[in-house]
């Protein structure tokens, strides 16, 4: 499974890239795998909050839908509308295939998160 190092990462597999006071976050590649072919994406709208720990979408497969979990609070200022049309893009590159895009609310939850060698221990 591929890991970022300069990403953080939750347990409930998603991943986070800071720039700022911005977020981008997504599911990552073990997600993707586990998952299987991605058909659908249910995302929150512009303007939503959301709050760590609380759900904030979901992930239709070909084997199962997924409830996506927050790993840090913030406001959704952007989603990925690539995802409404090619949902499936999650599995060719599951780090490029953000799904939002928050303003955090506080930024020192990132450091909460696991770093790709924790995470990447996990996964074993």
Known sequence: MKVIPSLKYSDKHTWVKVEGEFAYIGITDFAQDQLGEVLFVEMPE???ELTTGEEFGVVESSKVASDLIAP?????VEINEKLDDEP???????YDAWIV????????????????????????
């Open 101 to 124: 895009k928050i303003k955090l609310s506080d930024a020192d939850e990132v450091e909460s998160l696991l770093n790709s060698d924790t995470y990447e221990a996990g996964l074993e």
């Open 46 to 48: 512009v303007e939503d």
């Open 72 to 76: 840090i609070s913030g406001e959704v």
């Open 88 to 94: 499936e893009y999650i599995n060719e590159d599951a």
